[in-house]
């Protein structure tokens, strides 16, 4: 069973930033898609960003265009998430997630990690 964890949620003030970063546990896995999704309270889980394994695709939400960027070292096995600019808005917690598709869709995504709360103090 492939375990993924997510760091680098934190309070933060707006304007701020932080990088998450997500990295298997258990075994070595490599995923043909990596995403990044976010929960706000009481809202469904949304979209944020996904990478493809040979990094030639990437894909934004609109709203975090400009703002946040999705990276990926695969020598290490590990995906970030670089979140510029933060607005009270962007507080949720942030999901780390692998798949076989970049896509948006939370159904193509197989594995999940349990999340890191990000929070943005106005």
């Known amino acids: 069973q492939v375990q993924l964890v997510e760091r680098g949620g934190g309070l933060v003030e707006a304007g701020g930033s932080l990088r998450l970063s997500c990295a298997p546990s258990?075994?070595?896995?490599?995923?043909?898609?990596m995403g990044w999704f976010r929960q706000a309270p009481g809202k469904e889980r949304e979209f944020v960003a996904a990478?493809?394994?040979?990094?030639?695709?990437?894909y934004y939400a609109d709203s975090m265009k400009g703002r946040f960027t999705i990276s990926r070292d695969n020598a290490n096995n590990t995906v970030y998430l670089q979140m510029n600019n933060l607005e009270r808005e962007d507080t949720a917690i942030y999901y780390c997630?692998?798949?076989?598709?970049?896509?948006?869709?939370?159904?193509?995504?197989?594995?999940w990690g349990q999340g890191t709360q990000v929070t943005v103090s106005s």
């Open positions: 990478i493809s394994r040979n990094l030639r695709s990437t």
């Open positions: 258990g075994r070595t896995f490599s995923a043909v898609s």
């Open positions: 997630a692998a798949g076989s598709f970049v896509t948006a869709r939370l159904v193509d995504y197989t594995y």
